[in-house]
């Protein structure tokens, strides 16, 4: 079930919390096992068959989780220990492959050697991508040491709590089971404020901001894969609507896992802060997505430069160091790494050419990004007028990069993409149908309407605070704290959220108009990764 549907906004969350605050003064472990099962219901709730799926990858990935720590313990067999992490990782990555490549896989062999393979169309199992990725991590924590005990209970708690369990954020189990050892699983006033509170957020920002532009852009898409040919104006309209419906999807969606987790004494990580601000690609991905950036940088991008680096040296081959390292090292220890990195992080997204597409464009630029710092930045005279000079431009140029690279992750077809995106170039023409009538005739959509949206958003995206920034004093997030400043709108600052009568004002208007935009079709984007 999604976060915004009225059967888990009024039933499920409700009499989950009931249980789980009943329970928790009596015994803390039957707190813990009512959360698991209301957990597997959670996910089970569409499909039911998804349990009996997911159930024997976490037995498996559990035997595994158990024997590595074994060995971990007597530390007297490094490479059986490797080999079993192996094993376990290859299971992962198949078992992911199974459902959601399969396809992918059969359709382009057939594309380049006109193979007639059968596709399976299999169905996707919600968050098998988010699912994976943690037990993954799991298993690398405990063979390398970093985890040194754990039950069942606790891997099912870690693996199934319901706020992250099909579109994250990434946890660690080491940042998660010491909150779950801590916490009371009692009714806590705090908690359930803050709580509450990240959960109208997020459903304002779901229901209301992206759902609403979401049908002004969707037959701008619809008419670029039928006809092609889209103008100018329209191409920038479809690439910032669809930046800006994932934008407040996304970031909707992190705040009520955020506030989900703190209705049970659990911070979960920050995920998302405000990435359209950034000034540069390296800051987007530091700002979006952040536990996914944390996830491949920890576990792919450095394993894969220490082994390269390795390589060089035995090799005899300089390093990646100094000022101007040799453009050897910069492809060999940077540009590779990134582009791999990020050809994974596309494939991950999606089974299509354009999540593929889009992963390559990023780490391209991700590449431009590092080798701007590394040969050029520094050749400027001081550091303040680098900043001055770098930080209005670097953010344009970000915002329009990301813009442009969405198109692939939204068009349903690349021709699509890349039609959209010659529109934006103003390859296509400027000109368009005159006036609203017939624009909306040809394209389908009112673009005066869309036109308002984009600005609206874009307002709130640019100038706003966010809401780990209005509830820092509250540690919204795991590791955010106050900030020394006010968060500010514009050149005015506005009070921190807190007990008083302007917020409970302003909060009881939001959740009413998000509860009354519940009921309607909608889906979570990145429920289908």
Known sequence: MLFNSQEFLFVFLPVTLLGFYLLGPIA?????????????LFYGWWRPVNILIIGPSILINFALAAYLLRLSQRGDQPGLSRAVLLVGILFNVLFLGFFKYADFVYGTI????????????????????????????????????????????????FVLFFPQLVAGP????????????????????????????????????KGVLA????????????????????????????????????????????DMALGLGRFFGIKLPPNFNSPLKASSIIEFWLRWHMTLTRFLTAYLYNPLVLWM???????????????????????????????????ISGLWHGAGYGFVIWGLIHGAYLVINHGWRVYAAHRWRDRATYARFM?????????????????????????????????????NGISM?????????????????AAMWVAVLLFIALVCPNTL???????????????????????????????????AVAISVITAVAIFSTGGPSEFLYWQF
């Open 309 to 343: 680096t390795r390589r060089r040296a035995i090799k005899g081959r300089p390093g990646f160091g100094g000022r101007n390292p040799s453009v050897g090292a910069f492809v060999s220890l940077l540009m590779v790494p990134l582009i791999t990195t990020m050809f």
């Open 28 to 40: 803390r472990q039957w707190a813990i096992l009512w959360l698991i099962v209301m957990s597997l």
């Open 170 to 205: 990434i946890v660690h189990y080491r940042e998660m089971m010491p909150q779950f050892a801590a916490a009371t699983c009692r009714f806590d006033k705090e908690n359930f404020a803050v709580g509450l509170t990240l959960l109208f957020f997020g459903l304002f920002k």
């Open 469 to 503: 920034q209005i509830l820092a004093p509250y540690e919204p997030a795991l590791g955010v704290k106050p900030a020394s400043t006010a968060p500010i709108i514009g050149r005015f600052s506005i009070p921190a959220w807190g007990p008083s009568l302007p917020w």
């Open 391 to 427: 930080k209005p431009v670097g953010f344009v140029l970000t915002f329009v990069a990301v813009t442009i690279a969405m198109v692939f992750f939204r068009a349903t077809t690349v021709r699509s993409a890349v039609d959209l995106v010659k529109g934006a170039f103003g390859l």
């Open 211 to 254: 759902d609403n532009i979401a049908p002004l852009v969707t037959p701008i898409y619809e008419h670029s894969a039928a006809a092609g040919h889209t103008p100018f104006l329209l191409a920038w309209l479809a690439a910032l609507g669809f930046t800006l419906q994932l934008y407040f999807d996304f970031s909707g969606y992190t």
């Open 110 to 157: 057939n594309d380049v050697f006109g193979a007639n393979f059968i596709l399976l169309h299999v169905i996707l199992p919600l968050g098998i991508s988010f699912i994976t990725f943690q037990k993954i991590a799991f298993l690398i924590d405990v063979q390398a040491g970093r985890v040194k005990a754990f039950t069942f209970r606790e891997y099912c708690t």
């Open 433 to 449: 149908p005159h006036g609203a009538a017939a624009i909306a005739a040809t394209y389908g959509t009112d673009i005066k309407h």
